[in-house]
């Protein structure tokens, strides 16, 4: 939906603070329970305060902003029980995205499939960084759902795995290199079934596979701390 007072203008200038804020959330730079400080960020942008309201707007339907009365938008915090309900709804809905998406998936596609994959077990092999290694595991899985055609599934799929994003980096920071070569095998075999078309097969290695982070997770409760007072940390620059 077009910014009405903005015109052609503030939509763009909307989905540009956007793009910013959606890295910078993502990437962890702007973490848990960190407020969004619009008039900070509309004075690096060069613009009013009313493409940021609209980019925050549009990121609270991805799952990445929550707005508070009387406090403004922030980046939702979740607690250890919150995150693994959401691993629970992950369970559920991304078996059922890659049921509808392996039939339908091109061949390039698959074959995208498997040079991510390769990469990132190059990336493991020279020590793992975790930060390529998220974003080649995102492309990796959501590449897997792209042939899902039934929107509200394919929207909710994304929407989850920006509101875990966090947790699933922390993970990975305190389990480091000795988790990429389960993640690894379950990749390979996740492929494997992608490949031959087996439905079955793929949606039950992906529901083991997003169940044993889900158990891990909760072995580090450190991970779920709660977020230093507001203020504390100042990362929307």
Known sequence: MAVESDGDA????SERVADFLRQAI???????GERIRQEDIAARFGTSRLPVREAVRMLEIEGLTETQANKGARVPHLTAHEVDVVYRMREALEPLALAESTPQLPPGAIDELRRLQERIEDNAAQGGD????????????????GACTVEPLASNVIRLWNVTQYYRRRFMEVS????????????RLLLDAIERRDVEDAANTLRGHIRRTRVELAAHPDIFRA?????????NR
Do not use: Q
């Open 10 to 13: 503030g939509g763009s200038a």
């Open 176 to 187: 480091g290199a000795r988790r990429m070569w389960i993640v690894n095998a379950e990749h």
């Open 130 to 145: 975790v930060t390529l290694f998220l974003e080649l595991d995102r492309k990796f899985h959501l590449g897997s759902y």
């Open 227 to 235: 977020p230093a007072a507001p203020g504390a940390r100042s990362r």
């Open 26 to 32: 993502l990437s962890g730079d702007i973490g848990p």
